[in-house]
């Protein structure tokens, strides 16, 4: 069984969207040497979209669920990753249609984003038009990732490309903030889990991606909904 860990690691001074507060992590107790009843605890200070998260209904519509909500059976399994390197920073449907989605439940989009990785926000970063988007959606798309910060561009009125997939039923998972440069085009299993976060508007998460002889890889079959 091959992991791709495909998750951003959560540091101070990692870069952050602008007018997000910054991820902190705070030693509110230490080991002291030669005295084992001492331990290491840590205080988290850091957005519900901060590096690799999941974007809850709930980000976009006060009565929409939390993230806590979050249909697991859609952040676990069968995954196509679409490498879209060399196309732009802006993703049209018709770089979409070109991709076979035909069964396709899971999307993960590779784009040229992955440049930006450790580098300070840049707000050309790869995003889906609302084109794009409806797309996605007319071919039974149930979760969608990226590697960028958003799948919105940047300072985008009236955030419609979430709307799309946000507030139209049926919901479509959103995984922004993913790390892609090892996963290589083509199918696995994606393991996906945000933090259980009550009434949360997204919540941070780890995602790998498996590549074995067993299990879902490969696998055409959809989740029921």
Not at 7 to 14: A, I, R
Not at 117 to 140: I, K, M, N, Q, S
Not at 187 to 209: I, T
């Amino acid at each position: 069984m091959h992991i791709i860990d495909i998750s951003l690691p959560l540091e101070t001074g990692m870069t952050v969207y602008p007018k997000n507060p910054p991820f902190r992590s705070d030693r509110v107790a230490r080991i002291v040497p030669h005295d084992p009843d001492t331990w290491n605890t840590s205080r988290l200070e850091l957005c519900t979209h901060t590096g690799t998260h999941v974007d809850a209904p709930r980000h976009f519509d006060d009565d929409a669920p939390g993230a806590e909500n979050l249909p697991l059976e859609l952040l676990c399994g069968p995954v196509r990753v679409a490498d879209l390197r060399g196309i732009g920073m802006r993703i049209e449907a018709a770089s979409l249609e070109s991709l076979d989605l035909q069964n396709v439940e899971r999307l993960l989009l590779r784009t040229d984003s992955e440049s930006l990785v450790d580098r300070p926000f840049d707000p050309d970063y790869a995003h889906v038009t609302e084109e794009a988007a409806r797309l996605l959606r007319r071919r039974g798309v149930r979760l969608v990732g990226i590697d960028s910060p958003s799948i919105e561009a940047f300072d985008s009125p009236g955030m419609p490309v979430h709307h799309v997939l946000l507030k139209q039923q049926p919901s479509i998972v959103v995984v922004e903030g993913l790390d892609l440069r090892n996963a290589a085009a083509g199918d696995y299993s994606l393991f996906c889990l945000p933090l259980k976060l009550v009434e949360g508007d997204g919540a941070p998460a780890r995602a790998v991606l498996v590549r074995s002889e067993s299990g879902w890889h490969g696998q055409a079959s959809r989740t029921s909904s």
